[in-house]
């Protein structure tokens, strides 16, 4: 009977925890990326993988939990107050007493466990940050400076997860002093009921089965009090992911006739400024190339052109995000068969890229031995096996020999003939491989000034 209640629960427990998982995981996706890059990306693992696994637990544990010890509690009361109903009412005083405690405990932990949830996720950043360090740090000798790093933030988790624990400690010290302070006293009025022959010693052992039984089942049901507000701060936590959306920024509009405008837009990530007033319009077929130093917000431009990036003032008119192909030059490779994942499971991308295929063709190897060539042709190819109206390169041309990047420019010009072409790349020679319409350059930290040229 054990073994099947066990699986039951346990199955339970893994769908909640599949649906948690699968409902955070869109919550994420919908963030601004200001927000994303932000927090990086251990603040979202510790969510996905650790506290939506505590949240499914919680649930079903508690409510489980629950209706078990309420049961027991009501049948012990029912038949306690049948043997003494004296002894009986005087142990509910503690029952108070009891929940008073849990309460406060609660409270603690909800703290404690939030701050816990915050440095763990620091710790997925950290240690996924230094695991990207694996192949190069026997070269450069730098594994104590590393590990100095993700030490200290080891430590800070270990201490905090003390104090938890110690505070757990205290808190149990304090509800077995009370509980033995009550067997004292039941001990007592028991004696004396004996003695004036109103009770029996059977009769009291009878009572203390029953009446024990319905303490631990109430410290079994505010315990659970405790649970609840420890669980509370992590919902709190990924009540934090609704809190701004990818779409929803209110200085981003959709444009009515598919041009792209930036009017007196200023962004910037913390205190370092990137846009400062800046205006640009981007006419519906245009084909533009934006170039400018390394560092002087190109890659930002994009996000906030197909509305990745909301700006701190100004307005954007955009189209809708369904009307962009975009794929960051730093996108990974999934480990998955090449051409899936490209198209990605859609029929008319797949008959798109057998027709690009062979024009831009990439050896079928593992994902793992692919060139940084191959690598940044699979993002071209990702971004050319949409359909929209808007497409965008960003620094297409890196890592390709000179051979791939004749064929690029022939794919674009062939299949985008018709569409608004934006390629960004910090390489102003590109204007030899490509006729475009307009050259805009992106100069200083606060671009107070765009020079548009025209390569007519």
Same mark, same amino acid.
């Given at each position: ?6 699986? *039951?629960?346990?199955?339970?427990? +893994?769908?909640?925890?599949y ?13 601004? %990326? ?10 979202? %693992? ?6 939506? !696994? ?5 649930? /079903? ?6 209706l ?7 049948? #012990? ?21 009891h929940?008073? =405690? ?18 763990? #996720?620091k ?7 230094? @695991? ?6 026997? /070269? ?29 400690? *205290?808190?149990?010290? =304090?509800?077995?002093?009370?509980q033995? @302070? ?26 203390s ?11 079994? @049901? ?8 420890t ?13 701004? #959306? ?9 444009? *009515? ?21 800046f ?10 190339? =934006?170039? #400018? ?7 930002? %431009? ?33 480990? %998955?068969? @090449? ?18 295929w +062979? ?5 079928? +190897? ?15 190819l ?42 960004? !790349?910090?390489?102003e ?16 930290v606060?671009?107070? +000034? ?7």
């Amino acid at each position: 009977m054990n073994y099947f209640a066990n699986i *039951s629960f346990f199955k339970l427990r +893994n769908e909640v925890d599949y649906k948690i998982k699968m409902k955070t995981m869109s919550s994420i996706f919908n963030l601004n %990326l200001k927000e994303f890059k932000e927090k990086g990306e251990g603040y979202f %693992l510790s969510r996905i993988f650790t506290e939506a !696994s505590e949240i499914a637990e919680s649930i /079903v544990s508690n409510i489980w939990a629950m209706l078990l010890n309420l049961l027991w509690f009501i049948i #012990g009361f029912f038949f306690a107050f049948k043997l003494s109903p004296l002894l009986t009412l005087i142990t509910l005083v503690y029952v108070p007493f009891h929940l008073l =405690i849990d309460i406060n405990f609660g409270k603690l932990l909800k703290e404690l466990n939030r701050e816990l949830n915050e440095l763990l #996720g620091k710790s997925y950043e950290h240690i996924s940050n230094v @695991l990207k360090f694996a192949p190069i740090i026997r /070269v450069l000798g730098v594994m104590e400076f590393l590990k100095n790093i993700y030490s200290q933030i080891f430590r800070e988790y270990l201490a905090l997860l003390f104090y938890q624990k110690r505070k757990t400690y *205290s808190y149990g010290t =304090i509800s077995n002093i009370a509980q033995n @302070l009550l067997r004292v006293i039941l001990l007592f009025i028991a004696g004396v009921l004996i003695l004036k022959k109103k009770f029996t010693i059977g009769g009291y052992i009878g009572f203390s089965n029953l009446i024990w039984q319905v303490i631990h089942s109430s410290e079994a @049901l505010f315990s659970i009090i405790s649970s609840i507000y420890t669980v509370n701060s992590t919902i709190e936590r990924f009540e934090e992911l609704k809190e701004s #959306g990818m779409y929803s920024c209110e200085k981003v509009k959709l444009s *009515s006739d598919k041009n792209i405008k930036l009017n007196m837009v200023k962004f910037s990530y913390d205190n370092r400024s990137i846009f400062e007033n800046f205006s640009l319009i981007i006419k519906h077929k245009e084909k533009v190339l =934006i170039t #400018g130093p390394n560092g002087a917000g190109k890659t930002t %431009l994009c996000h906030l052109i197909t509305g990745l990036l909301c700006p701190k003032e100004g307005e954007i008119e955009t189209l809708p995000p369904d009307a962009f192909s975009y794929v960051p030059s730093n996108t990974p490779v999934l480990p %998955l068969d @090449l051409k899936k994942q490209i198209a990605m499971g859609i029929k008319e991308r797949e008959q798109r890229l057998n027709e690009l295929w +062979n024009l831009l063709p990439i050896a079928l +190897n593992q994902s793992g031995n692919l060139s940084q060539g191959e690598l940044q042709k699979i993002n071209i190819l990702r971004t050319l096996v949409k359909d929209a109206e808007v497409y965008i390169f960003d620094e297409p041309f890196q890592h390709l020999d000179s051979v791939s990047v004749k064929k690029l420019t022939e794919l674009i010009k062939k299949y985008l003939k018709e569409k608004t072409v934006i390629i960004v !790349s910090h390489r102003e020679d590109l204007k030899k491989n490509f006729e475009f319409d307009r050259i805009i350059k992106i100069g200083g930290v606060q671009h107070e +000034n765009i020079t548009q040229t025209s390569t007519d």
